[in-house]
């Protein structure tokens, strides 16, 4: 009965052991993408006003992004931010110029447009562009924001420095 016991014990453990190793195993790569996102990652802004500092105070507030945030309010400052890793637009304030943006933007970074309601619909021409990027997002409310924000940072790729 005590060698049952003890092989049941062992085996007990060995289980547990296997176990935590495979969920940090798969774990940690994932929680070491999500630490290089937040903390080495540059995020641009297109919007003008206070629509500017209202989206620029939006991801400060989250009081988790340590990443630099770039804003651009004119068509002619679009090529300062051609190495961003984020592209956040607000939609009334940077239709102008979306053309130059995704001409310039690298091959792996994200374009998030924030279109609330009151800023109208995104037009059909606009929905065929960003159709064609795998890093494209639509937002229509705050929240989503945020998250998609989040997620954009953790899913994109990361090349070598």
């Not at 080495?40 to 206070?50: F, T």
Request: one cysteine or more; a positive charge; charged letters at 25%.
């Amino acid at each position: 009965m005590e060698i049952i016991n003890l092989i049941l014990t062992v085996w007990g453990i060995s289980t547990l052991i296997v176990v935590v190793l495979l969920f940090l195993w798969g774990l940690l790569p994932v929680l070491w993408r999500f630490g290089n996102a937040l903390v080495h990652k540059k995020i641009v802004i297109y919007a003008k006003g206070d629509n500017a500092s209202d989206l620029n105070d939006l991801i400060r507030e989250m009081d988790i992004f340590k990443g630099n945030i770039i804003t651009v309010r004119s068509k002619d400052s679009v090529e300062s931010a051609e190495k961003a890793d984020i592209h956040l637009m607000r939609w009334c304030d940077a239709k102008v110029f979306l053309d130059k943006i995704v001409a310039k933007k690298k091959k792996n970074s994200a374009i998030i447009i924030y279109c609330p309601h009151e800023d109208g619909r995104l037009d059909d021409d606009a929905q065929k562009i960003l159709n064609t990027y795998k890093h494209a997002v639509l937002v229509n409310f705050r929240g989503r924001l945020l998250n998609d924000i989040i997620t954009s940072l953790v899913t994109i790729k990361y090349g070598k420095k």
